[in-house]
């Protein structure tokens, strides 16, 4: 049902990369996100709070940077670990803090020397600029439903993005004390489509805002687009939410074989929040974001 639209979204859609580590460790964590590109000017749209991790990025990098700095004018006297943790009260390092995240926009362009963002002040929405590209490696753009009253409860649509990370180009430096993109290992990860039905518009705001669907939207799919059977976008993956169904067991016996056993399970739906496409069309409007929109059957 959605191959062919599948096949036109995945041209213009793309995945986010990034890598991380904590404080006190040496581990080198990926993680993935989508956006789609919604012009040929560069610009695209994905979740604000994809956008604010990319966004504080550089003042993480930055802070850990001025911590490594101190840390080596330390004297290496009985007083280190004491002056150590002086130094680590300072920056507020512990053990769970990230103190490092790289990101790489992949297969989007030859090169960027940047990108400006806006963030809307309500909804988990954000509008990429990107700037210094003089080839662009996406094809096509976003075309948007003309009107919301073509999202309706019980409508088959479907999402794009990339759960799931499989790149494994990266690596932890000893020498530099810094994680890197390498050379080596795999440097992409498979898109993921997930459909389902609508459920429930949402009210957010003082307005419809959002499109709940039947299925949750994955790890790494949060910027994705939500679409039909055309490629029409209906909206943008944003969230998961857990509905208790309060079908709770406990200590409840089963036979699945020769022994029975008692089980314990409480268990939820869970069902994916997506931005609506009217958001998305009046933030890009506010902002003179040029888009463009689905003929008509």
């Known amino acids: 049902?959605?191959?062919?639209?599948?096949?036109?979204?995945?041209?213009?859609?793309?995945?986010?990369?990034?890598?991380?580590?904590?404080?006190?460790?040496?581990?080198?964590?990926?993680?993935?996100?989508?956006?789609?590109?919604?012009?040929?000017?560069?610009?695209?749209?994905?979740?604000?709070?994809?956008?604010?991790?990319?966004?504080?990025?550089?003042?993480?990098?930055?802070?850990?940077?001025?911590?490594?700095?101190?840390?080596?004018?330390?004297?290496?006297?009985?007083?280190?670990?004491?002056?150590?943790?002086?130094?680590?009260?300072?920056?507020?390092?512990?053990?769970?803090?990230?103190?490092?995240?790289?990101?790489?926009?992949?297969?989007?362009?030859?090169?960027?020397?940047?990108?400006?963002?806006?963030?809307?002040?309500?909804?988990?929405?954000?509008?990429?600029?990107?700037?210094?590209?003089?080839?662009?490696?996406?094809?096509?753009?976003?075309t948007f439903i003309n009107s919301s009253t073509e999202i309706k409860q019980g409508k088959s649509l479907c999402r794009l993005g990339y759960p799931f990370p499989e790149f494994t180009n990266f690596a932890y430096n000893y020498q530099a004390d810094d994680i890197q993109w390498t050379r080596e290992g795999n440097a992409n990860s498979p898109s993921f489509p997930i459909d389902g039905i609508v459920t429930r518009l949402m009210a957010q705001h003082g307005r419809i805002g959002g499109v709940e669907m039947s299925t949750p939207g994955l790890r790494g799919q949060s910027g994705g687009p939500l679409f039909d059977a055309q490629g029409a976008i209906y909206g943008m993956q944003s969230s998961t939410r857990h509905l208790h169904l309060g079908f709770d067991l406990e200590n409840f016996e089963i036979n699945p074989g020769q022994n029975a056993k008692k089980i314990t399970n409480t268990p939820f739906l869970h069902v994916g929040q997506c931005i609506h496409a009217e958001v998305i069309k009046g933030f890009l409007t506010q902002h003179q974001v040029k888009h463009y929109y689905a003929v008509q059957a």
């Open 1 to 142: 049902m959605f191959v062919q639209a599948i096949d036109l979204v995945s041209r213009f859609t793309r995945p986010i990369h990034s890598i991380m580590r904590n404080y006190g460790s040496t581990r080198v964590s990926p993680g993935a996100a989508t956006l789609f590109f919604v012009n040929d000017d560069g610009e695209a749209v994905t979740c604000r709070h994809v956008a604010e991790q990319l966004l504080n990025a550089e003042n993480i990098n930055q802070q850990y940077a001025l911590f490594a700095q101190a840390r080596f004018r330390l004297k290496n006297d009985t007083h280190y670990d004491d002056n150590l943790k002086q130094l680590e009260q300072q920056y507020n390092y512990k053990q769970d803090a990230t103190i490092q995240i790289k990101n790489n926009f992949l297969n989007s362009f030859d090169q960027i020397t940047g990108f400006d963002c806006h963030l809307h002040p309500q909804f988990d929405l954000a509008i990429i600029k990107f700037k210094g590209f003089q080839k662009k490696y996406y094809q096509g753009y976003a």
